[in-house]
């Protein structure tokens, strides 16, 4: 499996042309020596197995590789109003809100605000390890 070094103009010509014979990407990345994910997500990332053409995804990669990106909150107003409305109120998990149910109005985090990730698995492991370090 390669490094942190992004696909080359051959990698992604091998990536089209064996596409185009029906392999999957397990097949490609083991071929190519990535691993299947990369292969798939770089498929997906432009225009998925029917669309994909190596000169495009060359042409696109620089601005997908670009850092720093948007933070989420940055990026999504409604998300970042809704964390900074639970903040104001000192809101903090799911947990708590369950079981003190009079406290968040019978709210809950809800997955179409949050696109697809959740803060719920983010906010507990915060918790935890903020936790276990102040033991």
Not at 19 to 34: D, N, V
Not at 66 to 75: G, N
Request: net charge positive.
């Amino acid at each position: 499996m390669k490094g942190n070094t992004p696909l080359s103009a051959e990698e992604r010509e091998a990536i089209s042309r064996e596409l185009t014979t029906q392999r999957s990407c397990r097949e490609i990345g083991r071929f190519l020596g990535w691993h299947h994910s990369v292969i798939a997500r770089e498929v997906e990332r432009n225009g998925g197995a029917a669309e994909y053409r190596a000169a495009a995804a060359q042409q696109r990669a620089p601005e997908t590789r670009k850092r720093p990106k948007l933070r989420k909150l940055v990026r999504n107003n409604r998300l970042h109003e809704f964390a900074r409305d639970r903040m104001s109120r000192k809101w903090s998990s799911l947990g708590e809100v369950r079981s003190q149910p009079d406290r968040s109005g019978g709210r809950v985090l809800s997955p179409a605000l949050l696109g697809k990730q959740s803060a719920i698995p983010a906010l507990s492991w915060w918790k935890q390890s903020r936790w276990s370090i102040a033991r």
